[in-house]
């Protein structure tokens, strides 16, 4: 976990998931600068840190150059807040006020930036605050005549609210074209907001830490949404600071054959793919291996990103695997998951959320097709779900991920190769025999035990998955083109009555 290296008690900004990037929060009577385009959150950060000073007794002053105090009241009232905790100076023109109006009203683009300034700071000695927010620094740009002069007057600015023990929150929309270099240069620490908008579904928002000097923060990219209450921030995950002592004997998938073909059953703290194409029975096993632990007492979330969550609650109630007792004792989180509303570090939000608050000993994802088809653009995706992955393993849970492929007979393959990410790998395949399309499954590698070398046929039946004898009489069933030798009386009996559909 990053430190501060101070020791100075840090000034909370009021985003948890932000203050945890911090190492705990800003150091306190500095200068920061955010800078974002219009729309990344800015003011909804300046307001939420001022309101949590409020909260311990601090007092804020919110200077706006750029909007109005009707502005700002609406976009507080949007997350239910009320700004009566701090005072609000507003430097922009309005008309009809009355000459008794408590606020300073000065055009900017009317007086000179020394002036502007002047008025900035006087307002700071009237009122005192501990932590300030000036939205925006664009404004005061127009207004200085060379860079140098603008250099000077944000130095003087510094240097003022140093004296009079501020924490100050600069907001810089990013109106001119290029990095402000010069203000990064000046102030303590420059916190970096983007928006990012993708060719489908929702826009993205990701925030990194440019510099913050004096502190051990979490760099890199972190995705951020704007809900109301302000800002949420999903810190990356880094599985190295998470670990802990667990049991690794071996838990039951809830059949003693299935248990069998792995070498004893699934090991807490290892992540198990099951790979096949559309309908073979992939969600069936997982759901059946992931009720054994709820019969445990253990605690599971199932991410769904395929199908809809009634689809599998009804499939699942028809194979004799009952999730609605579970979700209604607390022991089941299911999460029915969009992707294209969905950002990376969400979903890693989602993940720690249900391990780490929620207490999940089995976590399901259904399927990682949806998960990483929905976002092209995102180069690291796969390193994320490694250290997802890790993060999981560190902990104990045991990890069920599904991974559709195409096609059905014949050439099948994958959009992405994980099968390096998992430390065990199952098979799902068809293949016919004497007119009927059959399933089999086999175990491709395993880390943890000795597992059965063997392929075995099995079906989707009245009480979840039923396996059958290794076929031995068959050549080449992975590769979806089987040849078989033998006699029909190796194959499963076929019976109308234990079929109860394939499952995805």
Known sequence: MPTNDDDIKPALTGISGLDD????????????????????GKTTL????????????ETGLYITLAETEVELRAVANTHGWSLDPISLFEMVPAEGLAEDQEQT?????????GETLRGIMAKVDEVRPTRVVIDSLSELRLLAQSPIRYRRQILALKHFFTTRACTVLVLDDKSTSGSDVQLHSIAHGVIS??????????????????????????GGYHDFEIERGGLRVYPRLVAAEHGIQYADDFVSTGSAEFDALLGGGLVPGTATLLTGPAGVGKTTASVQSM????????????????????????????????LQPYVDNGQLLLRAIDPAELSPGEFAGAVRQAVEEHGAKVVVIDSLNAY??????????????????????????????????????????????????????????????YGEVRQAISVIKTRTAKHERTIREFRIADSGVAFGAPLRDFQGVLTGVP??????????????????????
């Open 21 to 40: 990037i911090l190492g705990g929060g800003l150091t306190p009577d500095r200068l920061y600068l955010v800078e974002g385009t219009p729309g990344t």
């Open 46 to 57: 300046g307001l939420g840190f001022l309101l949590t000073g409020a909260k311990t007794g």
């Open 105 to 113: 009203l000065l055009h900017p683009s009317e007086v000179e930036l």
């Open 193 to 218: 907001l983007e928006q990012i908008l993708s060719g489908f579904g929702a826009q993205r928002r990701r925030v990194h830490i440019v510099k913050m000097r004096g502190v051990r923060y979490r």
């Open 291 to 322: 009720v054994a632990a709820l019969k445990r007492g253990d605690h599971a979330v199932y991410f769904l990103f395929d199908e809809r969550l009634p689809t599998l609650m009804r499939r699942s109630a028809a194979l004799g695997m009952d």
């Open 372 to 433: 990483l088809q929905s976002m092209p653009n995102e180069q690291f995706l796969i390193l994320q779900m490694h250290e997802l992955l890790t993060y999981l393993g560190q902990l104990g849970v045991v990890s069920l991920l599904i991974l559709g492929l195409h096609g059905v007979m014949g050439d099948i393959r994958s959009d992405v190769d994980l099968s390096y990410l998992a430390d065990t790998v199952l098979q799902l395949r068809y293949f016919e025999a």
């Open 483 to 504: 040849t078989f030798s033998g006699e029909s009386k190796t194959l499963l009996a076929s019976d109308a009555g234990t079929d109860a559909g394939h499952a995805g």
